[in-house]
């Protein structure tokens, strides 16, 4: 599968505490993006890094790529309890075609 | 306001009666997506369309149909379905595959 993939799968942390999720792929992307999904309900986009970036920030989340390692990390810092959710990745590969491809998430529980 | 609508938004079903999910947006994307969600598999993408007429095979299109006939709608038609299409499905709609993915609120889809 051309998925990329989440590490780790769960996360349980205290509010104000910060949540580090990684996402991993396989081949070549022109962008990565962060995307959260609460309970059930649709993806909401955070976040997007082209491949000739390496950090971006937005509010308390720092996103970082490392095209050699083929691999991302997400930051939320002073988690608050309304961060739980689960957050995938999502990668649209070199390929030739048009696909976009997302992981299978990270469960973020951010205990108050 | 911006936004993507599925609909039924939950459809209890019977093996082999052809059902069709709507979705539309108002936002002039030209790129539509449809996702199935399933536990420990994530995302998986069925079927994209990069514009009208223009459609192509996701991960996983088997016994699956899409047309895209006008910009904004972009339905999901399944002809027999059956238990195994028992997901939690999602429309998304972006300028291109290179861009934040809108998604809909999801449609909870039980085949019996």
């Known amino acids: 599968s051309q998925q990329g993939e989440e590490d780790p799968q769960a996360l349980s942390i205290q509010e104000g505490e910060n949540a580090t999720m990684n996402c991993s792929y396989k081949?070549?992307?022109?962008?990565l993006q962060w995307y959260r999904q609460n309970s059930g309900r649709g993806l909401v986009h955070l976040i997007l890094?082209?491949?000739?970036?390496r950090e971006k920030h937005s509010g308390r989340l720092r996103v970082t790529l490392d095209t050699s390692k083929k691999s991302s990390s997400l930051l939320i810092t002073a988690s608050r309890a309304a961060d739980t959710a689960s957050y995938f990745c999502?990668?649209?590969?070199?390929?030739?075609?048009?696909?976009?491809?997302f992981g299978t998430g990270t469960r973020l529980t951010v205990i108050p | 306001e911006a936004q993507v609508t599925q609909n039924p938004r939950y459809l209890i079903t019977v093996t082999g009666k052809k059902l069709t999910v709507t979705c539309s947006q108002n936002?002039?994307?030209?790129?539509m997506s449809w996702y199935r969600q399933d536990p420990g598999l994530g995302l998986r993408q069925i079927y994209y369309?990069?514009?009208?007429?223009?459609?192509d095979k996701g991960d996983v299109p088997e016994g699956y149909k899409v047309s895209r006939k006008e910009k904004r709608n972009f339905p999901l038609i399944l002809e027999s379905p059956s238990p195994n299409q028992t997901s939690l499905y999602f429309c998304?709609?972006?300028?291109?595959?290179?861009?934040?993915?809108?998604f809909g609120p999801g449609t909870r889809l039980t085949v019996l």
């Open positions: 936002m002039n994307h030209e790129y």
């Open positions: 369309s990069m514009n009208v007429e223009v459609t």
């Open positions: 081949t070549s992307i022109n962008n």
């Open positions: 890094i082209r491949s000739n970036e």
């Open positions: 998304a709609s972006s300028l291109s595959e290179y861009n934040e993915q809108f």
């Open positions: 999502a990668t649209d590969f070199q390929t030739g075609a048009n696909n976009l491809f």
